[in-house]
């Protein structure tokens, strides 16, 4: 390019005339809205309405509609870019609106119209506006020997959400079992979804489907993979890194006992154990208190199934529970199950009873 072509295209750039190197022009520029006024702008079913706190603020209770992209992680631009549709305007908001603006001011040449809430959701929610709020589930915290935060909530049966910091990690994610419906769309996106088995209880296409952003990782066993055609496949005994503070094990998972054997087969399923940041979880799926179980070792927590006869019977996992010897035990996915002797048959153990049924 010539020099005073290279001047002209720079005069036209600054103008907003051409593309910038983002595809953007510079055309448009941030209004800044009452709650009533950006309300107002929301009822146009061509806005689109972006959150830009983060995962766990949004999944505490967001504006109906809303997705979620975090302005403070350093790809927040590229991701906003790939997710929305510049052709039409776009509308943000934060807590107190501090967030939102400086997201404004980064997007505020890509799209045709750009409309920040003054106040954030907290002037949202001041002022009478819904806010959509997921159900209510039990949760339990810990924290990791480096001061982390790790969040377990009891979802439906075989069903686990994680929180580690701000990494979201769902196990065997489920939309329905009984009476009990999760609506996954209303949970932060996953940032790695674990699947022990192809069981209905267990694997749901749906679900995944929800739950599943750019960048997500599924983690799971041949068969899973081969019937969602993608996946990151473990097999028993496989351990991966899957960040330099969360690393991963998969464990067999079978069904011993004569006349169970074809429920579980052994060397298809995984559980897993996952290392967050040295914080040992053991999620263990469809299994019996099988042999393997005496090399699972300082476990912090772990989820162990009872439904007879398709996992563990009551005095099954009394019997792992005292093999692996884990810190605190959640029994799960135990449908009908009557747990109400196995805290007392486990003295010095921290057992859980949460709303696995």
């Known amino acids: 390019m010539k020099f005073h072509e290279f001047i002209s295209f720079a005069v036209a750039s600054a103008l907003g005339i051409v593309p910038t190197l983002w595809g953007c022009t510079s055309t448009s520029k941030v209004s800044n809205l009452s709650v009533a006024e950006f309300a107002d702008a929301l009822s146009d079913p061509s806005v689109q309405l972006v959150d830009v ?19 403070q992680q350093a790809d927040f631009k590229e991701k906003a870019l790939a997710a929305l549709d510049r052709t039409k305007p776009i509308a943000v908001y934060c807590r107190t609106g501090r967030r939102s603006a400086d997201a404004a001011l980064k997007l505020q040449d890509c799209f045709p119209a750009l409309y920040n ?6 002037a949202w929610k001041d002022e009478g506006k819904d806010v959509q709020v997921p159900q209510s589930y039990e949760i339990d915290e810990f924290t990791t020997p480096a001061g982390k935060s790790v969040k377990m909530h009891a979802l439906v049966h075989a069903s686990i959400w994680m929180q580690y910091g701000e990494c979201n990690i769902y196990f065997d994610p489920v939309t329905k079992n009984g009476a009990r419906t999760i609506d996954y769309t209303s949970l932060p996106k996953a940032d790695y979804i674990f699947i022990t088995h192809e069981h209905g209880d267990h694997f749901d296409k749906s679900a995944i489907s929800d739950l599943t952003k750019d960048g997500t990782v599924l983690v799971t066993n041949a068969r899973c993979a081969d019937m969602l055609g993608y996946g990151k496949v473990m097999a028993n005994g496989d351990r991966i890194s899957l960040s330099d503070e969360i690393k991963v094990e998969a464990v067999p998972a079978y069904n011993r006992t004569d006349g169970r ?25 469809d299994t019996e ?3 393997e179980m005496k090399a699972i070792k300082d476990i912090d927590v772990a989820f162990l199934p009872c439904n007879q006869p398709y996992t563990m019977t ?22 009908k199950t009557d747990l109400s002797s196995v805290a007392g048959q486990l003295p010095g153990l921290d057992v859980r ?3 696995y049924q």
Do not use: W
């Open 353 to 355: 009873i949460r709303q």
């Open 117 to 122: 809430l003054s106040g954030g959701i907290t």
């Open 314 to 335: 009551p005095e099954q996992l009394v019997a792992a529970s005292k093999v692996i010897a884990p810190k605190v035990v959640f029994p799960y996915h135990y449908s």
């Open 53 to 71: 706190r983060t995962p766990s603020e949004y999944g505490e209770g967001h504006i109906a509609g809303a997705v979620n992209i975090d302005v």
């Open 289 to 291: 208190d099988i042999p």
């Open 261 to 285: 054997t074809q429920f579980h087969p052994k060397g298809r399923d995984n559980g897993f154990v996952v290392n967050l940041d040295s914080f040992r979880v053991y999620v263990a799926g």
